[in-house]
Each structure stands twice: as structure tokens, then as C-alpha cells.
């Protein structure tokens, strides 16, 4: 089991930037594959961005790719999301989440372990 905390979203006008935050205290946390998917009201859940157990892999939707950058600290058991030139469109709850070493996918549902969520929200 894989507890994952989320912290860092908020409100911010278009253009502007946020950092996600997950942090897997108590984890095995270089054990595992880590990445960020989001859900916007009303609809299913998009992945986002991933991340290998070393941070040699990453990956990215092609929605976001050049705005927003996934890392990781695995001292600190944290993996990061700079999120920026926010636009409306990226307005909603983003989930961290974890699975085992063994490939860095880019499907939501191939990832065991999630997060309570952070809220973002895009104004114009």
C-alpha cells in the first residue's frame, strides 16, 4: 500500500503557473512509477504526465506537452508537476498516482495506487 499526498492546487488566471506536489511518506518510494492524472467535471479521467523510478523516462499528453514537467525527489519520496501558461481547458482535480517498476504508461487505469486529489482552477 501506497499512501500518496497531494498539495498545491488553487486558482490561477490564464497564463499563469502552479506546482503540484505528491509526497509518499513511509514508501518504498524509488520502487515505483509515478505520475499525474487529471479529471475535469463531467468528464473521465485524462492522463497527464509520468515518470520512471529514476526520472530517466517521462512522458506526457500531447495536451501539455511544453507547458508542464513532471520530476521527482526520490530523497524526499516527492514527485513534482510545474504546471505552466495554465489555460482554462486544464481546469481540474489532478491525482497523483503510483504503480510498481515495470514501464511508464501513459492509461490512467495501469496505475494501482492514488491520491485524495488537489483542485485546479484556470480563470480567464
Known amino acids: 500500500q501506497v499512501q500518496l499526498v497531494e498539495s498545491g492546487g488553487g486558482l490561477v488566471q490564464t497564463g499563469g503557473s502552479l506546482r503540484l506536489s505528491c509526497a509518499a511518506p513511509?514508501?518504498?518510494?524509488?520502487?515505483?512509477?509515478m505520475g499525474w492524472v487529471r479529471q475535469a467535471p463531467g468528464k473521465e479521467r485524462e492522463f497527464v504526465a509520468a515518470?520512471?523510478?529514476?526520472?530517466?523516462?517521462?512522458r506526457y499528453a500531447d495536451s501539455v506537452k511544453g507547458r508542464f514537467t513532471i520530476s521527482r525527489d526520490n530523497a524526499k519520496k516527492t514527485v513534482y508537476l510545474q504546471m505552466n501558461s495554465l489555460q482554462a481547458e486544464d481546469t481540474a482535480v489532478y491525482y497523483c498516482?503510483?504503480?510498481?517498476?515495470?514501464?511508464?504508461?501513459?492509461?490512467?487505469?495501469?496505475?494501482?495506487?492514488w491520491g485524495q486529489g488537489t483542485p485546479v482552477t484556470v480563470s480567464s
Open positions: 498516482s503510483a504503480r510498481p517498476r515495470g514501464g511508464v504508461p501513459e492509461h490512467s487505469y495501469e496505475y494501482d495506487y
Open positions: 513511509g514508501s518504498t518510494f524509488i520502487g515505483y512509477v
Open positions: 515518470i520512471s523510478y529514476i526520472g530517466s523516462v517521462t
